[in-house]
């Protein structure tokens, strides 16, 4: 076993068994897979009970899922068979929490995303020329110092849009460089997949389009030779774009019979219905500047504190810009840019930290894009930087490993209920690892961390008294036999032996002869 990318892929696929809870994470995800099982059941998109809190009403008067397909569509062969494994006799008694169908889901969906980024993030990082060991350490980086880990436990579409952005960034720069149709054609597949995701994954595309013109503008491509390649370009992506907006307004279309809208202006009539204060312009409420300054400074959402290798790449990439080659240039600029446009997006909108979330679930997805150039770039020119620098570097890359370790500790609404009490604002990650102190020191009722009544729901209280990962889930609602409970234990230690021995390998391997790693 020497080589790197597949060291690094079964890396990934042992790093997301180890940390799921067996649960979807959010309640986000559990609506998503309901839109997966009605694909192929009789079962309703949205159970009556549970509106008005979610779904809309739409074509004859049923209740519909306001969600894009495409998560939906990502969980169906774990569905299917999830379902069938769930109906076993060996299961008929089980008490159905954490469910069979949603531990089969979590932990075959996560799995699988987790390796296919590995994969993607490693061609695309190839293609920017930089070398085997920079480019395996900044996708350890990826998966274990940013947001990106807790998005591989709490299943929301987030890591899901960043397999696909890295996708069709890596193949669309292919054909850049090679002319290749095949490659423009998966690279915009890619892309107009995510947008039956989320819509505004539009940004994606436009984004990974300024990539390309970055590129070759920093190479000084100019007049018939720049035209020619985007006419080129624009040929092949236009129609394939094209059909995935289709696509995604046909199914806009089946729900809630509209071409043009999205489900925004259905959702605040039925709001408004429900509360006549809501403000006229909601759900686009939120003063723009509170939303961009919110998403860059509120102690609750702060992406450089969420993902503090933010503050890194952005400090990398002002003193090495005139060293920097011009697809990193181009990566980089095309990436901040991403980062943006999301942040503006979503910065009038009422939710737009993305209500409950570790961070602001909306950006995370582009900071990490932005993030997976940290390592990299502080690897390949060390020598260039100051000492303090390196050493500065490494101690960010520390502060966001303990993080984002952190960030798996509990099911992520504990901080938020606490909030309820404690106020706005609040600096989470502090109160995360109080959290964690108090759990592990026995102190949860002297420090008010074990009362049942932050939250009114028996279900969620159990969810939040325990570290949130499958062993212990399994113990604390105390619906398995014992001797279930010891094997997810015992599973879950070999696991992280399993994993430990990989990361010790993969050091061996990276640290070997250099030019063979180049």
């Known amino acids: 076993m020497r080589d790197p990318l597949f060291l690094l892929c079964l890396t990934a696929g042992l790093l997301a068994f180890v940390v799921q809870s067996g649960e979807l994470g959010t309640a986000d995800t559990m609506h998503r897979l309901q839109t997966t099982h009605w694909l192929w059941t009789s079962e309703p998109q949205v159970f009556p009970n549970e509106y008005p809190e979610f779904g809309l009403h739409g074509r004859g008067g049923r209740i519909y899922s306001w969600y894009g397909i495409g998560q939906s569509l990502l969980m169906l062969p774990a569905d299917l068979v999830g379902t069938w494994i769930a109906h076993w006799r060996i299961f008929s008694g089980y008490g159905d929490d954490p469910a069979v169908r949603s531990i089969v889901v979590s932990y075959s969906t996560s799995i699988l995303v987790n390796v ?12 920017l020329r930089f070398s085997v060991r920079e480019t395996a350490l900044g996708l350890l980086a990826l998966l274990f110092c940013t947001t990106h880990l807790h998005y591989t436990q709490n299943m929301t579409e987030n890591n899901y849009i960043m397999l696909l952005t890295l996708t069709g960034f890596s193949f669309q720069y292919e054909w850049l460089r ?19 995701t989320r819509l505004p994954t539009c940004l994606d595309i436009m984004a990974a389009g300024i990539f390309l013109l970055l590129v070759l503008w920093f190479e000084r491509v100019r007049g018939r030779a720049l035209w020619e390649k985007v006419w080129g370009y624009c040929k092949i992506a236009a129609p394939i774009y094209g059909f995935f907006l289709l696509l995604e307004r046909l199914y806009q279309f089946y729900r809630f019979e509209s071409f043009t809208h999205t489900y925004l202006p259905l959702f605040a009539k039925e709001q408004r219905l429900q509360d006549p204060t809501l403000p006229a312009n909601f759900p686009w409420s939120t003063p723009f500047l509170e939303g961009v300054l919110g998403a860059l400074f509120k102690p609750e959402k702060s992406i450089f504190l969420f993902d503090p290798l933010l503050v890194l790449v952005i400090l990398l990439l002002v003193i090495l810009w005139k060293r920097l080659s011009p697809e990193v240039r181009a990566y980089g600029v095309a990436s901040l840019l991403l980062l943006l446009g999301y942040i503006s997006f979503y910065a009038r909108y ?38 303090w620098i390196w050493r500065g570097g490494i101690a960010i890359v520390a502060a966001s ?27 989470v990650i502090a109160l995360r690892f109080k959290n964690i102190a108090a759990f592990g020191l026995g102190k949860m009722d002297a420090w008010g961390l074990n009362n049942e009544s932050m939250t009114q729901d028996a279900w ?33 230690g070999m696991a992280i032996a399993a994993l430990a021995g990989l990361l010790c390998r993969l050091n061996t391997v990276l640290h070997g002869p250099r030019r063979s790693l180049q």
């Open 116 to 127: 296919l980024t590995v994969i993607a993030g490693f061609r695309l990082l190839r293609q």
């Open 178 to 196: 090679t002319g290749s149709r095949r490659a423009l054609l998966v690279g915009c597949g890619a892309l107009g997949l995510n947008v039956l």
């Open 350 to 387: 009422t939710y737009w930290a993305g209500d409950f979330s570790w961070g602001d679930r909306y950006v995370s997805t582009a900071v990490e894009l932005v993030a997976m150039l940290a390592v990299p770039l502080l690897l390949r020119y060390r020598e260039n930087l100051g000492g």
């Open 401 to 427: 490993l303990i993080i984002q370790i952190a960030s798996l500790a509990f099911w992520l609404p504990l901080e938020i209920y606490q909030m309820e009490t404690l106020g706005h604002p609040t600096f």
């Open 460 to 492: 969620d209280y159990v969810h939040i008294t325990t570290w949130n990962l499958f062993p212990f889930l399994l113990r604390r609602v105390g619906a398995a036999p014992k001797w279930v409970v010891n094997l997810a234990f015992a599973m879950w």
